[in-house]
């Protein structure tokens, strides 16, 4: 077994990869890049080794390295994570060299399956059925045309040494396909060095579904069964489940077949992922050589091979949870020369897992990259949460915006999505800005809920989406109302709770506002008027429009809900940053109802404009809630004010013959000290 690992990655995929390696006490080194000297993934490591500077090409792409920190720090393996040199075959073919333990296939196997063309060819010799298309690769628009009249349009462009559907163009009549070849083969050779396209048929709605791959160096394959990953937004995976739903028995089987004759064809070894993609526009009379299959109501399909992925899927745990097993343990002890662990009919599944993937990103901005500083990170603590830090940490700018995975496991599929969604909008990651909001509208999305999803259904939702986008300022402004309001409960609904006398403005307008916010969101202002207040609750409109809001305290942070949504906030020096079922918000605030400036106390404050004549307490004095504080001269008439909570004095804001404003602060009550 491995005894020391260098973990040639970084953020939730290093952690995670950590978290087997402490269960199985093994030691890991960790590297990192100069913007990543903090990160969280060096927690726990044997040891740190800095690569170089903040960029990807300068630190994390660098095998020589990778390889010298393996070294010279006594690794005796390296585990590549996902991304970076993950599928390279020469960094693969150099740890080899350097006399280590490449944790993942050989470099031969990465190599041909990294070569989409090679790969195609492959896999038709060993019976697995593919698109039809083009046999080789080329750069030749006048080839790519012949090809693409043979097959029939619409065609789809793809890069031979391309991956994650960067570069791809779908073609839907010839007299596009001039200028997408030349556009294509220009973006391939800036992005992997390689211009060649292959030419093959375009399916409209087909569904991506992919199979879990493990082979050992003793000639066993085996599957841990299929994922779904229709759910993609520019053919980038957003949110994955296994088992697939929907799927016809007969049809589940081929692909599970298909994909263990494929593994066993080229002697795969260690893990690996081969994806399909599923045609249902297509039924056929019954599974054959070609992957035909079909059902009465339609919902069968023909299945073509896409690629193999030579490495880890970052949705490998919701594998791990229908199965129960521990797939980095796998490739560890695979890498190691031991067998697998369980044969094929020793490998069960348990019910059905829902994973979904947080970005950094601006779904506002077309889904912009957003990286900054999370000043505060809640995640929920009924699922499992692999995720580049805890509490807070940085995005930085140089690398993959994928900050954490949510992953939701149930025993049937309408309980895991359930699970998912909650989670979803209960998530609050404060100082930049993530996906979450976009990720509850889509788990919402009917078509979701039934398992009726293709490759197109995000792109769909999302132009859709864009025209009916709804107005959550009002909903904010409510919640940042609530925020800035003392967290005073008393007798009366008031937040001036105790005998204000002849003053209290709610007995000259009954309908009066308790207080005023005025909340500047974007270049738009508007104003939140809290209209009752009842222990735990508060009744505030905004824009004609009523919400009742709660609130209550975590450490810095306040939580509550406003109407059916969930919301979290943080107090800044000028207002308020709020996520709101997973939308980020920042407002500045204009208080003019209450003063919230005592943060961590209950402010105490002056009913009416007056002067202080009389102080009957002192900073440290226990108080009762109903005790005065004060008492306020105005108009020849003296005005009780009163503790709205037990707590101890923490502040006096004021002196005798002070004369003092209408919701001024007098005192503020610490209500964690009784």
Not at 175 to 196: C, I, M, Q, T
Not at 221 to 243: D, G, M, N, T, W
Not at 417 to 428: D, E, F, P
Not at 489 to 494: N, Q, R, V, Y
Request: overall charge negative; charged content about 25%; proline content about 5%.
């Amino acid at each position: 077994m491995v005894k020391r690992l260098l973990i040639a990655n970084r953020g939730e995929i290093a952690r995670r990869i950590a978290r087997t390696c402490r269960r199985l006490d093994i030691e890991y080194v960790a590297v990192h890049s100069e913007a990543d000297s903090a990160a969280a993934h060096l927690d726990g490591a044997f040891e740190q080794v800095l690569l170089g500077p903040s960029p990807a090409a300068d630190s994390y792409l660098r095998a020589d390295a990778l390889i010298d920190a393996a070294l010279r720090t006594g690794c005796d393996a390296v585990h590549p994570g996902y991304g970076f040199l993950s599928e390279n075959p020469e960094f693969a073919a150099a740890v080899t060299e350097a006399g280590l333990v490449f944790v993942g296939p050989g470099a031969d196997t990465i190599a041909a399956m990294g070569d989409k063309a090679t790969a195609k060819r492959l896999m038709a010799e060993a019976g697995v059925p593919v698109l039809p298309g083009s046999a080789t690769a080329t750069e030749s628009a006048d080839e790519i045309r012949a090809g693409a009249a043979e097959i029939g349009y619409p065609v789809i462009l793809k890069p031979v040494a391309g991956g994650g559907g960067k570069g791809m163009q779908v073609i839907e009549r010839e007299s596009d396909l001039a200028p997408a070849v030349e556009a294509a083969v220009r973006l391939a050779r800036a992005n992997f060095g390689d211009g060649r396209l292959l030419v093959e048929r375009y399916l409209r709605r087909p569904r991506h579904i992919e199979v879990q791959v493990f082979g050992d160096t003793h000639g066993t394959v085996v599957h841990l069964f299929e994922r779904e990953c229709s759910l993609q937004r520019r053919h980038q995976k957003i949110v994955e489940e296994a088992p697939a739903a929907n799927l016809p028995a007969d049809l589940r089987e081929a692909l599970l077949a298909a994909a263990v004759r494929g593994a066993r064809a080229i002697g795969y070894v260690n893990a690996g992922t081969f994806e399909f993609i599923v045609d249902t526009d297509v039924a056929g009379a019954g599974v054959g050589s070609a992957g035909g299959v079909g059902d009465a109501d339609g919902s069968g399909g023909r299945f073509y091979f896409l690629e193999v992925n030579t490495r880890l899927q970052v949705e490998h745990p919701v594998t791990e949870a229908i199965t129960g097993l521990d797939l980095v343990e796998w490739q560890l002890l695979v890498a190691a020369g031991e067998q697998l662990p369980l044969a094929q009919g020793e490998i069960t599944a348990s019910g059905h897992a829902v994973e979904c993937r947080v970005y950094a990103e601006d779904p506002d901005a077309d889904f912009r990259p957003a990286p900054g500083r999370a000043l505060a990170a809640v995640w929920p603590t009924d699922l499992r949460v692999d995720a580049a830090f805890d509490g807070r940490g940085e995005v930085p700018v140089f690398y993959d915006p994928m900050i954490a995975k949510l992953i939701a496991h149930g025993p049937a599929r309408p309980a895991a999505l359930r699970q998912l969604l909650h989670a979803v909008r209960s998530t609050a990651v404060l100082g930049v800005t993530t996906n979450l909001g976009f990720l509850a509208d889509l788990l919402r999305d009917t078509r979701v809920s039934a398992g009726l999803t293709d490759t197109h259904l995000v792109d769909e939702f999302t132009a859709r989406a864009a025209g009916h986008r709804r107005d959550t300022d009002p909903v904010a402004a409510a919640c940042a109302a609530a925020m800035a309001l003392p967290a005073r409960t008393g007798p009366a609904e008031s937040p001036w709770s105790g005998t204000v006398g002849a003053f209290d403005r709610r007995l000259l307008d009954p309908r009066a506002p308790l207080g005023r916010v005025a909340c500047r969101i974007g270049g738009r202002t508007l104003e939140a008027a809290l209209l009752t207040r009842r222990a735990g609750s508060l009744t505030v409109e905004v824009a004609g429009e009523r919400f009742t809001v709660t609130r209550t305290s975590d450490g810095p942070l306040l939580r509550g809900t406003v109407g059916e949504s969930l919301w979290t906030g943080l107090r800044r020096a000028d207002g308020c940053e709020l996520v709101v079922d997973g939308r980020r918000m920042a407002l500045t605030l204009d208080v003019t109802g209450e003063d919230d400036s005592a943060a961590g106390g209950d402010a105490v404050t002056s009913p009416m404009p007056g002067t202080v004549v009389q102080l009957p307490v002192a900073v440290g004095d226990v108080v009762q809630q109903g005790d005065t504080v004060a008492i306020v001269e105005a108009m020849k008439m003296e005005n009780r004010v009163l503790a709205s909570a037990s707590g101890v004095v923490e502040e006096i804001r004021c002196a005798l013959a002070d004369i003092v404003s209408a919701d001024q602060v007098l005192v503020v009550i610490d209500t964690d000290q009784t």
